[in-house]
C-alpha cells in the first residue's frame, strides 16, 4: 500500500509513499505555499497488474497548525495514519505584495522564457526533434517544440505560471510511442532560462461593487424613474435622488410561452406607464429571447411596442422545419468551424443557439442578427431604458445542480460572478485569462450563442428532471454524493470560524459509481474558458460577508483550476431570475415577479424563498399552498417582517378574471366568451415547452392574457410604488457619490 500526499494549489507538493503494513517509519516532507491549503492524504492499494485501488482520503486544512509549531497529529482511521507536520513558514515572502480585494487574491506571477536547444544533448537534437515543455499550473500547460538544427535553435519557449508555486519544467521525449517525462530544473532556477515578473495591473474586476458603468447608468435612470414617478403617484414634489426607489422586474419561463406572455406584460406595464419606473429587468431561458429582442432597439421602452410584437407573432407562427434543412445545418457547421478556429470551445449548445436564431429571425443575415451583448449599451448608456441582466449556472460535470451550482450574472457592461466578486468586461467574456490577466482576446460571441447557454433545455441531467418535476428526488440523490465523514483529530486543535472540518474520503462502489454516472451526466453544456483560472481564495474566505451570501457546497473551494466554465439554464435550479437583484449593492427596493413557467405557479417562488433563507438573504415570507389550486393574479409581500427585504409582486401565469372580461372593468359578451379560453396548464396545451411554434390565434390570446393581467391590478402596482416611495423617505439619506463612466 501507499499514501499519496498532495497540497491543492501546488502542482509540485504531490508525494507518494510506501507503507508497509509490517514496518512503518516517520518520514518527512516539506511544503510551501501562500494562501489556504488543504492537505490531501490518499492511501491506495497499489496493484502490479490493475490499476491501485483507492481505499480512502483524508482532507486536512493545513491553516489549523500555527506558524512554526510542531505538532502530531492521529487521524482515526483504520489502520491508523500518524503524521507529523512542521509548519515552517506561512507568511509572504519579503518585498512581494499579495493583492487581495474581497477574498480573491492574486499574487505576481512571473513570465519564464526558455531556450531548450543549449540545455539538451546534441544527439537528442539530431535523433528525437519533437519534445514537450511543461511547466504545471501555468498559463501555457505544455508546448510542442521541434528542433530544426544545432545552427539554428529553436526560439524560446515562454510560460506564465504563479510565483512561489513551486512549478517544475519539464521535458518529455518521445520514446517508442510513449513520452518520457523528464524534470529538467524547478521554474525561475532555471540556467537556461530567464524570467521576470510582470506587472500587477488586472484585466479583471475584483470586489462586489456595482462597476462605474452601471453606478452612472442608475445616477441616469434615476432621473427618467423620479419624473415617472412623479406622474404616476401624482406626487406635487419633485423626488430627491436619495428618495428614488430601485424597482426591478424578474421574469422566468421556458421556450415560446415565455417569450410571448414576457411581451404582453411589458405591453402592460408601458400602458401604466409603470415601466419607466423600472430600473432593472432581469430573464433566464425563454424569456431571454425577448429580452435580447427588445434591446436591439436602443429607445425601445420609449416606443410603440405594436411593430414588434408583430414581427414576434410572425416568427412564433411560422413553420420551424427551415431551421433544420440541409442547408441550415450546412451553415451552422461553417459558424461553428469559424467559431473554433476563432478559440472557443463549441458545443452543442452553440449549435442549438445557431437553431433558435433561426427559428426567430428571417432566413437573410441582417445587420441584427451581428449583435453582441456589448452593443446593448447603446440601450442603456443614458438610462432611457431598464438595465437587463441575464442569469446562468456554472456547475460541473458529473455532480449534481443541487449540489454544486454558482450563479452567473450578464449586462452589457459585465460578466461575472456573484460568489466571488470577479467580473470581466462583457466583449472579454470567452477570452482567455490567467490571474486576471487578459492573455488572448477572442472575438465577442454574437447574441444567439449566449442565447443557446441562457436556455440550454439540453444541459438537464435525470436529477434536474426529478427536481423540476416534483421536488423529490432526494433518494436517487444519495446515489450521486460522495461519502464524507467528519473525522476528529487528536489532540484536538483550537477552531477557527474559516477552517475547513478534517473529514474523510470514501469512494463509492462500482454500482454507486455507474448510478451516478447515469443520473449526473449531462447531454451538453457551454464551455467558455474561465476567466477565474489562477485565482486563489484567501484563507479567511468564509468569513468574508459577500461570499457567504452565494457559498456553495464546495469540498475545496480554495482553488479554482478549471480551465472552463460549464454553463446551463439557469432554470434547473430554480425558475427565477433574482438572484442578480439581490446583490445588496443593488439595493432593489421592489421586484415585480413576472412567472411564465408551466407546472406548479407557486412552487418556482418557495424554492427561491427556501434558497434565500437558507443563504441569510433577506427575502419576503411566502405563502401560497392555500391557493394553489385557485390563485390569483397578483400577490403582493410587503417584506415588513424580514428587515432589509424588498417589497415583492407575484404574477403567477393564471386565467382568472380574463375568462369573463375582455378589459379591466368590460365584461365580455357571450360572442366573446371563446376569446377568453386560454388553456395553459393541461398536456395538450399549446403554450406547453416542447412547442416551438404558435398559430397566430394562441400567440393573441397568451399576449392578451399577460397584459390584461397587468392591466387589472394597476392599484396593486400602484401601491407598491407608494409604499416603496414612502420607505425611502422614511430612510436616512446616504451621500450619493458621482461616478464617471470609464473609458
Known amino acids: 500500500a501507499f499514501i499519496l ?14 507503507w508497509h503494513l509490517m514496518f512503518f517509519s516517520p518520514y518527512t516532507i516539506y511544503f510551501f505555499f501562500l494562501f489556504q491549503n488543504i492537505l490531501e492524504l490518499k492511501v491506495c492499494d497499489e496493484d502490479k497488474v490493475t490499476q491501485d485501488d483507492h481505499l480512502l482520503t483524508v482532507f486536512f486544512d493545513v491553516s489549523k497548525i500555527q506558524l512554526g509549531e510542531n505538532i502530531q497529529l492521529s487521524f482515526q482511521l483504520n489502520p491508523q495514519v500518524w503524521i507529523k507536520f512542521k509548519d515552517k513558514d506561512k507568511g509572504t515572502r519579503s518585498g512581494e505584495n499579495v493583492v487581495i480585494s474581497s477574498f480573491l487574491s492574486h499574487v505576481p506571477y512571473t513570465s519564464l522564457s526558455y531556450c531548450p536547444f543549449s540545455h539538451l544533448s546534441m544527439s537528442v537534437c539530431f535523433r528525437e526533434r519533437k519534445f514537450a515543455l511543461t511547466v504545471d499550473g501555468s498559463y501555457e500547460g505544455t508546448q510542442t517544440h521541434t528542433l530544426s538544427s544545432c545552427l539554428c535553435p529553436t526560439s524560446p519557449a515562454r510560460f506564465h505560471y504563479i510565483k512561489y508555486n513551486q512549478s517544475a519544467l519539464t521535458v518529455a521525449l518521445p520514446r517508442r510511442r510513449r513520452l518520457s517525462r523528464t524534470r529538467v530544473c524547478v521554474a525561475g532556477q532555471c540556467k537556461q532560462g530567464t524570467g521576470k515578473c510582470l506587472p500587477r495591473n488586472l484585466d479583471a474586476r475584483l470586489g462586489f461593487d456595482l462597476c462605474t458603468d452601471e453606478q452612472v447608468f442608475l445616477q441616469n435612470r434615476k432621473k427618467v424613474v423620479a419624473a415617472a414617478l412623479k406622474d404616476v403617484l401624482h406626487l406635487e414634489e419633485d423626488l430627491q435622488e436619495h428618495e428614488v426607489p430601485i424597482v426591478a422586474v424578474t421574469t422566468a419561463g421556458c421556450g ?23 430600473s432593472y429587468i432581469s430573464g433566464s431561458s425563454g424569456t431571454t429571447w425577448t429580452m435580447t429582442k427588445l434591446y436591439e432597439d436602443a429607445d425601445w421602452s420609449r416606443k410603440d411596442l405594436g411593430e414588434i410584437i408583430i414581427e414576434a407573432r410572425k416568427q412564433a407562427a411560422k413553420c420551424k422545419m427551415g431551421a433544420f434543412c440541409l442547408r441550415s445545418m450546412r451553415n451552422y457547421y461553417r459558424e461553428l468551424s469559424q467559431r473554433t478556429q476563432a478559440g472557443h470551445k463549441t458545443s452543442f449548445i452553440d449549435l442549438w443557439g445557431l437553431m433558435i436564431e433561426s427559428m426567430l429571425n428571417d432566413g437573410v443575415m441582417s445587420i441584427h442578427l451581428l449583435i453582441k451583448l456589448s452593443d446593448q449599451r447603446r440601450a442603456v448608456n443614458w438610462g432611457q431604458n431598464p438595465l437587463p441582466i441575464y442569469l446562468a449556472l456554472n456547475v460541473k460535470d458529473k455532480v449534481a445542480t443541487k449540489d454544486f451550482r454558482e450563479w452567473v450574472e450578464f449586462t452589457p457592461y459585465e460578466v461575472g460572478f456573484l460568489k466571488y466578486g470577479a467580473f470581466i468586461r462583457a466583449e472579454d467574456f470567452g477570452s482567455e485569462f490567467f490571474m486576471g490577466r487578459l492573455m488572448k482576446k477572442l472575438p465577442e460571441s454574437r447574441i444567439c450563442f449566449m442565447q443557446g447557454m441562457w436556455s440550454s433545455i ?17 433518494f436517487w440523490h444519495r446515489w450521486t454524493q460522495d461519502k464524507v465523514t467528519e473525522i476528529e483529530e487528536q489532540p484536538d486543535l483550537p477552531e477557527k470560524p474559516y477552517e475547513m472540518a478534517t473529514c474523510m474520503f470514501t469512494p463509492t462502489s462500482g ?71 439581490m446583490r445588496p449593492e443593488r439595493k432593489v427596493d421592489v421586484i415585480i415577479h413576472l412567472n411564465y413557467t408551466g407546472g406548479s405557479q407557486t412552487l418556482p417562488l418557495e ?37 432589509g427585504a424588498p417589497l415583492l ?9 380574463f375568462q369573463r372580461y375582455v378589459a379591466p372593468g368590460m365584461s365580455r359578451s357571450a360572442a366573446e366568451m371563446e376569446l377568453g379560453k386560454v388553456d395553459i396548464s393541461s398536456f395538450c396545451s399549446p403554450y406547453s415547452t416542447r412547442e416551438v411554434s404558435l398559430k397566430a390565434e394562441d400567440f393573441n390570446k397568451l399576449l392578451k392574457l399577460t397584459n390584461y393581467n397587468i392591466m387589472n391590478n394597476e392599484n396593486m402596482i400602484l401601491q407598491a410604488l407608494r409604499t416603496a416611495v414612502a420607505r425611502k423617505k422614511q430612510a436616512p439619506s446616504q451621500p450619493v457619490s458621482q461616478a464617471q463612466p470609464s473609458d
Open 607 to 643: 424554492q427561491a424563498c427556501r434558497y434565500f433563507s437558507e443563504q441569510g438573504i433577506p427575502f419576503p415570507s411566502i405563502g401560497l399552498k392555500d391557493d394553489e389550486k385557485n390563485l390569483k393574479e397578483c400577490y403582493m409581500f410587503d417584506g415588513a417582517d424580514t428587515p
Open 511 to 581: 454500482l454507486s459509481t455507474a448510478l451516478r454516472d447515469i443520473l449526473t451526466d449531462r447531454p451538453a453544456v457551454s464551455k467558455y474558458h474561465n476567466f477565474l483560472r489562477g485565482f486563489q481564495m484567501h484563507n479567511e474566505y468564509i468569513q468574508q460577508e459577500h461570499f457567504a451570501k452565494w457559498k456553495g457546497v464546495d469540498s475545496t473551494p480554495a482553488y479554482l483550476p478549471q480551465p472552463h466554465l460549464e454553463l446551463v439554464d439557469a432554470a434547473f435550479f430554480f425558475e427565477t431570475s433574482c438572484p442578480p437583484l
Open 649 to 657: 409582486l407575484y404574477f403567477p401565469l393564471v386565467n382568472d378574471t
Open 5 to 18: 500526499e498532495h497540497l491543492s494549489q501546488i502542482p509540485l507538493a504531490k508525494m507518494k509513499y510506501l
Open 458 to 474: 439540453f444541459s438537464k441531467n435525470l436529477l434536474d428532471a426529478w427536481h423540476a418535476a416534483d421536488n423529490s428526488e432526494d
Open 256 to 278: 415560446i410561452r415565455a417569450l410571448t406572455a414576457m411581451y404582453g406584460s411589458i405591453l402592460g406595464l408601458q400602458k401604466l406607464r409603470v415601466l419607466d419606473c423600472v
